[in-house]
Structures are given as C-alpha cells and as structure tokens.
C-alpha cells in the first residue's frame, strides 16, 4: 500500500529555517513528479512548488511565486526522498505541508505542521 510521510516541520521565528522531508512505501518518488503543497487553516490546499520527476530533470521545479527564492525541492534518490528547504520563512508561511504527485494523487499523508511565529 502507497504510503506518504512527510517530516521535519515544527515551531520556527520569522526569518528562520526548517527543511521537510517526504518518504515513501511502495512507491517510488524518482518516477514522478512530486509536488509540495500547504493548507493554512480556513484556506484550501495550495501547490507550493513541484519537482519534474528524474526522466525530466531537464525541466525546472516550479516554485509558487509566494516562496520563490526562499524554498527549494531537492531529491536523494538512495534514500527515496524528496526534501522542501525553506528558508527566510514568513508568518504566512504557517500551514500543514503535504507531498504528493501534482495531479492523479496517491493517498494523502498526515503532513507536517509548520509553524512561523515570533
């Protein structure tokens, strides 16, 4: 059974830093394009950024224009991971992050809370 879990988010300043992680059971994420998303509480889900998969690393991983230049999505292959780097955050930035393909979705994971306060 396709299982997602995503990791690393927690309690950070304005201004700081947190790197998530996205693993994977059963499936493997080199194969396709995986995308971060957030949900902030009373809004719907939102596309965060969206890595090709390694057959089209030739492509560029979209970024939201909210978090250009701040986050980046990278992959390590050995250990089937997708990781979201996220640095300078901003209060707004706060929300449940979720890693899943970019459309036709395999079963959510739990997500991880990130939270930016001061």
């Known amino acids: 059974q396709v299982q997602l879990v995503e990791s690393g988010g927690g309690l950070v300043q304005p201004g700081g830093s947190l790197r998530l992680s996205c693993t994977a059971s059963e499936f493997t994420l080199d194969l396709y394009a995986i995308a971060w998303f957030r949900q902030a509480p009373g809004k719907e889900r939102e596309g965060v950024s969206c890595v090709p998969s390694l057959d089209h690393s030739d492509l560029s991983t979209y970024y939201a224009a909210s978090v250009k230049g701040r986050f980046t999505t990278s992959r390590d292959k050995s250990k089937n991971t997708v990781y979201l780097q996220m640095n300078t955050l901003k209060p707004e930035d706060t929300g449940v992050y979720y890693c899943?393909?970019?459309?036709?979705?395999?079963?959510w994971g739990q997500g991880t809370q990130v939270t930016v306060s001061s």
């Open positions: 899943n393909r970019p459309s036709v979705q395999v079963a």
